[in-house]
């Protein structure tokens, strides 16, 4: 059985950083492609970044490109989202999901992020 659980979340101020953790336990994490989604109330969810099964290629969505990094330790079968210069819009239930076969799969209960004007 495959889990998924974030870390990290909580309050923070307009301008500051967070940084997301996503540990996978279960099946192999090194071959999957990782992502992290957002969900914001009233709105649907909504892609941030992913990054393939090496690190060696990264996407992010245009809202968050050049603030936010994605990264992975596959030693440690974790999956990481660094926020930097986090806005008010960056309010939202952060996911991670594993990718297989172009589909996400497996989600993690979310963490929290709420960024204060």
């Known amino acids: 059985q495959v889990q998924l659980v974030e870390s990290g979340g909580g309050l923070v101020q307009a301008g500051g950083s967070l940084r997301l953790s996503c540990v996978v336990s279960?099946?192999?994490?090194?071959?999957?492609?990782m992502g992290w989604f957002r969900q914001a109330p009233g709105k649907e969810r909504e892609f941030v970044a992913n990054?393939?099964?090496?690190?060696?290629?990264?996407y992010y969505a245009d809202s968050v490109k050049g603030r936010f990094t994605i990264s992975r330790d596959n030693a440690k079968n974790t999956v990481y989202l660094q926020m930097n210069s986090l806005k008010p819009e960056d309010t939202a239930v952060y996911y991670c999901?594993?990718?297989?076969?172009?589909?996400?799969?497996?989600w993690g209960q979310g963490t929290q992020v709420t960024v204060s004007s």
């Open positions: 999901a594993r990718r297989e076969q172009g589909e996400y799969d497996y």
């Open positions: 990054i393939n099964w090496s690190g060696g290629s990264t």
């Open positions: 279960g099946r192999t994490f090194t071959t999957y492609t």
